[in-house]
């Protein structure tokens, strides 16, 4: 029997409101709206960024970092000292593809007194002149560049297992967050050469490029870094 026509009105009403409620509470979860960043998939640096181009980060910078810096055996400072002032580089391999090493790892990002810097590659934290509490360890990174800053009052160089403690990340001879040999290959370099034994021991002297390989090798293993921007 054919409905009403005032029936098929209220029908098709309802219809429509249904439909731009829908679509209102999809656009509403992506944060959307024309020109918004697109948000990327957990683990990317977009997350830890802003930057959209979403490059691989298995590993993103744990939240609690100064107590992670405390369980590295390090000392949360108000603010960098300069009298030990040194730069090593980082970069880890999967599979032949590089990864990001985040911003901020030994930083409080929440701390008032830290402050935010939009740069190419993403967000870059640092420019502290000093907080009313210790927000940095004199062991850290400012940005996604893969350097690594020790910036301390004391000479003894840091290691590159205090660096891991700091990331929360796994580092051993045979493991490296949840890869391990033999299921896959884990490779360690140092300026260019392999090394042997626990990599926690690496100090993180100046100038030094660490390469870290899981799986697959890249075309080619760096034997330097450029050191200019830090």
Not at 41 to 68: C, H, I, K, N
Not at 88 to 93: E, M, P, T
């Amino acid at each position: 029997m054919p409905k009403p026509p005032f029936l098929r009105l209220a029908i098709g009403l309802v219809a429509v409101v249904l439909a731009v409620a829908g679509a209102i509470a999809i656009s509403g979860r992506g944060g959307g709206g024309p020109g918004s960043s697109p948000a990327g998939p957990a683990g990317t640096l977009s997350d830890a960024t802003g930057d959209s181009s979403a490059l691989p980060m298995p590993w993103p910078a744990p939240p609690d970092a100064l107590q992670r810096t405390v369980a590295a055996g390090l000392l949360p400072e108000t603010h960098e000292f300069l009298e030990n002032h040194v730069h090593a580089h980082l970069d880890v391999f999967i599979d032949g593809s590089p990864i990001v090493v985040p911003a901020a790892i030994g930083i409080n990002i929440d701390d008032p007194g830290v402050r935010r810097f939009d740069e190419p590659g993403g967000i870059a934290y640092g420019g502290i002149q000093g907080c009313g509490t210790p927000c940095i360890s004199p062991l850290h990174t400012h940005d996604v560049s893969g350097i690594i800053h020790t910036e301390s009052a004391t000479p003894e160089p840091n290691t590159l297992g205090q660096f891991f403690t700091e990331w929360g990340v796994m580092l051993s001879a045979t493991c490296v967050g949840e890869y391990c040999s033999p299921a896959t290959t884990i490779a360690v370099y140092v300026d260019g050469e392999p090394v042997t034994g626990d990599p926690n021991a690496i100090l993180l002297t100046d100038q030094r490029e660490i390469a870290i390989v899981i799986g697959t090798p890249p075309a080619q293993i760096p034997k330097s870094a450029d050191f200019s921007g830090a």
